[in-house]
């Protein structure tokens, strides 16, 4: 489960956010995950709480919110949602496609003190 290495990267992002900021304690990460990624947010969550026991990020909400990719086929012009990772245009077969969203996950916000 990929899941809990990919929780472990946002507490250590957010910590590090804090540290830079002077902050004491996280209350709240604010975030995206990219649609296309598969990952649950609701597992994402458990995991961050459990790596966050003992840290300044103890007891904080995750917030994440699930980002829409699409993708635009280089053979047909089609947009679609691409199928974790996979390429394929549901209209015409082609393989070769631009993406038009951010993969991955990433942070918008902390609420610290």
Do not use: K, N
Not at 12 to 36: H, I, P, Q, Y
Not at 75 to 102: E, I, K
């Amino acid at each position: 489960m990929h899941e809990s290495s990919i929780a472990r990267q946002l507490l250590s992002a957010a910590l590090d956010r804090a540290a830079a900021e002077g902050a004491t304690r996280v209350l709240s990460v604010r975030g995206w995950v990219a649609e296309a990624e598969a990952l649950s947010p609701e597992s994402l969550s458990l995991h961050f709480a459990a790596h966050a026991r003992g840290t300044p990020a103890e007891g904080a909400r995750l917030d994440l919110r699930l980002q829409r990719v699409e993708a635009r086929c280089l053979s047909c012009g089609g947009t679609y949602a691409p199928d974790h990772h996979v390429l394929l245009c549901p209209r015409c077969g082609g393989d070769q496609a631009t993406l038009l969203g951010r993969l991955g996950l990433g942070l918008d916000a902390l609420e610290v003190e």
